[in-house]
Nanobody, 123 residues
Framework: QVQLVESGGGLVETGGSLRLSCAAS????????MAWFRQAPGKEREFVAA????????MYADSVKGRFAISRENTKNTFYLQMNSLKPEDTAVYYC????????????????WGQGTQVTVSS
């Protein structure tokens, strides 16, 4: 089992920045892929960004490319989502997730999920 705890959400004005953190504990293996997803009210959960363990390789949704950056500190079993130039459409609950199986954007491939942290961007 892997436990994930997000932090860093909050209220920010348009154009502002926030940094989300996700701390992993339990059975954390070096091959895990870590990712962020988000879900806005009345919408499906959507992929935001993912990072592999080695290299590391990263992947982003088109809607956040150039504004968001995913990173990780393997020694701390923690990964981050730096969000810049935030827009009202970024408002959502953000979830971190871990996959033991694949480097990709499909939510069904992720095995463990955090409880979510609210990000609200005011216009």
């Amino acid at each position: 089992q892997v436990q994930l705890v997000e932090s860093g959400g909050g209220l920010v004005e348009t154009g502002g920045s926030l940094r989300l953190s996700c701390a992993a504990s339990g059975r954390t293996y070096s091959s895990y892929v870590m990712a962020w997803f988000r879900q806005a009210p009345g919408k499906e959960r959507e992929f935001v960004a993912a990072i592999s363990w080695s290299a590391p390789s990263t992947m982003y949704a088109d809607s956040v490319k150039g504004r968001f950056a995913i990173s990780r500190e393997n020694t701390k079993n923690t990964f981050y989502l730096q969000m810049n130039s935030l827009k009202p459409e970024d408002t959502a609950v953000y979830y971190c997730a871990v996959s033991q199986r694949t480097f990709g954007s499909y939510a069904g491939a992720f095995d463990y999920w955090g409880q979510g942290t609210q990000v609200t961007v005011s216009s």
